[in-house]
C-alpha cells in the first residue's frame, strides 16, 4: 500500500490561500489520492479527490503533479473553521482508506 | 441525503467488561468500514465489509473484537473483554461499490473510555 508523507503543522492567515502538501512517491497508476479533515470531536469529512488531472469543488482544489509523487490541497480562503486535521490517503488496491498521522492546519485571526 | 449514523455516541465501562458499537450506513451503501482513533493518531481500519461479506480484517484483534453485517446493511463492532488500551473512538463509514473513484462518509464516532 502506497504511503504519504505530510507536515505535521502548518499555520495560515484568515482569507489567506492555504496550502498543504503531500508526498506519495510510491504511489500505482491507478490509485487515487484522495484528501480528508477531521475537526475535533467529529468524523473525517471528505474533500476532494483525484488520479491525475487538477480538481476543483466548493472546497478545495486538488494539485497532483505530473508524475503524481505528489499534490498540493488548496483551500482558497482559509476561515477559522478550516482548522483541522488534513489527511492526504492514497486510496489502496482493496479500497480502504489508509489515514497516517495527517497536517495539523491552524487558521490564525 | 441522511448520514452514517452511530451509537452510543460515549461509553465508559471497566475493564474486562464487553461493549457494542452500532452502525447504520447510509442507505445503499454497499461497503462499510469500522475504523479505530487513538488519542492524537490517524483512524486505523479495523474490518472493512462489501455487503455482508469480510473484505478486510487483518487488524482486527479476533481474540476480543468481532464485528458483523447482517443483511448487508447496519452492522455492530462487539469488544469482549475490554482493555484500557481500547480506549478509543470507533469510527463507521460506507461507501457505495465503485472501485477506487468513489469516497466514503464517515460517522461521528462512538468514544470510548475503559476504566
Not at chain 1, 505530510?6 to 503531500?22: F, I, K, T, V, W
Not at chain 1, 484528501?35 to 469543488?57: A, M, V
Not at chain 1, 498540493?72 to 489527511?87: E, K
Amino acid at each position: 500500500d502506497a504511503k504519504t508523507t505530510q507536515p505535521p503543522s502548518m499555520d495560515c492567515a484568515e482569507g489567506r490561500a492555504a496550502n498543504l502538501p503531500c508526498n506519495h512517491s510510491t504511489i500505482s497508476g491507478n490509485e487515487y489520492v484522495y484528501w480528508y479533515r477531521q475537526i475535533h470531536s467529529q468524523g473525517p469529512q471528505y474533500i476532494i479527490h483525484g488520479l491525475k488531472n487538477n480538481e476543483t469543488n466548493e472546497m478545495a482544489s486538488l494539485i497532483i503533479t505530473e508524475d503524481r509523487k505528489s499534490s498540493t490541497l488548496i483551500l482558497p480562503h482559509a476561515t477559522l473553521r478550516d482548522t483541522a486535521v488534513y489527511y492526504c490517503i492514497v486510496r489502496a488496491r482493496t479500497y480502504k482508506y489508509i489515514f497516517g498521522t495527517g497536517t495539523r492546519l491552524k487558521v490564525l485571526a | 441525503e441522511a448520514g452514517v449514523a452511530q451509537s452510543p455516541r460515549y461509553k465508559i465501562i471497566e475493564k474486562r467488561q464487553s461493549v457494542a458499537f452500532w452502525c447504520n450506513p447510509i442507505s445503499g451503501h454497499a461497503t462499510l468500514y469500522w475504523y479505530q482513533q487513538i488519542l492524537g493518531q490517524g483512524p486505523k481500519l479495523l474490518i472493512q465489509f462489501q455487503n455482508n461479506g469480510v473484505v478486510d480484517d487483518s487488524q482486527l484483534p479476533k481474540d476480543r473484537f468481532s464485528a458483523e453485517r447482517l443483511k448487508g446493511v447496519d452492522s455492530t463492532l462487539k469488544i469482549q473483554p475490554a482493555k484500557l488500551e481500547d480506549s478509543a473512538v470507533y469510527l463507521c463509514a460506507s461507501s457505495r461499490v465503485g472501485g477506487m473513484n468513489t469516497e466514503a462518509f464517515f460517522g461521528q464516532g462512538t468514544r470510548l473510555t475503559v476504566v
